[in-house]
């Protein structure tokens, strides 16, 4: 605690679910909390500035609410630095009264097939990553000259990808997607977008309106081959209870009426199959697809079971598009098979299934890599009231906790800190850099221009 009785907190990780907890934090009126947000890049916001797709500036503006947050009295943001590098988990525990860890997600699961790592094979998020300007993804080269493309797996990140590919360049002019990613989506050669799932249409996890949003393209087609539509009787009973599921069969079912209207790009989806293997010598030439069969299992979830009917479909490039999966905090525990820190009501938990005092998590780090930004809300909130709880049972270690023995040993490690004021300046530039052109912003996408305009 502070001499003058306020709980310190570290809050790592600036996306939705430490913003959120940073908000819950700060309500408190008894203990009152003081926030440092921990964050390594010089920009906050998370998977906010650099997941969301940059056609969806509606969902990206939910960062006026974090604006708000950000700007009161006892926040701090400290950006640049790394937790687990220039603060080791023991100096988080020793210099903050309780520490919450929201750092997300940060890798993608992995397929485990023959050819997953050949050139050309890719994980969706460093697609995402790299349009959304993200500094460490600016060097990959997407060689994006094939025909067709083929994104596996059928969330909405899935769709965002499959999206993107396909806009135009009136389409993707205003947004804030990086220039060079538009000049390569523009003048890609790819034709057809192929979205393959494993499961059938109503397991689909993408959600109804970014489904429906693929009607709007204005130069891309959505084709649905009827038959790819037909149910079989586990999924037709899982319906009934399943409402997204209905509103995306319906939609699904009037884009496979539609005629395509011969525009230049076509994303095309296809069901009930596996990626067995990504072929090709020097890079992706093809994939291989297993047919599958659906059927319920003894908790009557609908389950691909392979038929061993195989095709090889001819491809340039394909995205992995299967979900996020969380990294380890070194010393801090960590469950490697769900990528989550184990806990139970955001409590981190020992080995023996103890809370471990003063540590917490939320978010994709908390719960998995499921939700929408709002699921996040409830999530933090859940943390903090436990961490607040345990706070005024007097269950937290005692300890004299400042500002300033942070700042003095950051300093002491040479850690240059990104201040909010940093941020501030860095968000300013972008957007006067984006205002000539009609655009929310121009992105800033090297560590260097990041730091020098913090810097200024
Ligand atoms: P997701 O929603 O979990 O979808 C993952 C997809 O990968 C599922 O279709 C899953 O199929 C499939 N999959 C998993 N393992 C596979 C395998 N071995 N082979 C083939 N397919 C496999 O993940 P996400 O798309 O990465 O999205 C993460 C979260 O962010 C989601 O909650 C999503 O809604 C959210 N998000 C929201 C928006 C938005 O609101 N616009 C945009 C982007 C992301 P099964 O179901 O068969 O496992």
Redesign the pocket.
Known sequence: MTADGRLRVAVVGSGPAGFYAAGALLASAEPKVEVDMIERLPTPWG?VRL???PD?PN?KSVSRAFEKIARQPRFRFLGNVEAGRDLAHADLLRLYDAVVYAVGAQT??R??IPGEDLPGSWA??ELVAWYNGHPDFQHLAFDLSCERAVV?????????VARMLALTEEELRPTDATDASIEAIVSAGIREILV????GPT?????T??LKELADLRDADVVVDPAELELDPASEAALEHDTNARRNLEVLREYAARPPAGKARRIVFRFRR??VAILGRERVEAIELERNELGADERGRVQ?VPTGQREVVPCGIVFR????HGLPIPGAPFDERSGTMPNRGGRVLDEEGDPIPALYCAGWIKRG?????G?NKKDATETVEALLEDARDGRLPKRETSALAVDALLAERGVEVVTYAGWEAIDALERARGEPQGRPRVKLCTWDELLAAARA
């Open positions: 998977l997941g969301v797709a969806h969902i993608d699961r397929l485990g969706a998020t596996i797996g059928n969330g909405n990140v899935a769709l965002d393959v799932g494993r499961r397991q689909a996890a993408f959600t309106p970014e596996s990626p691909a598009s299967i979900g996020y890599p499921t939700g929408v930004i699921t």
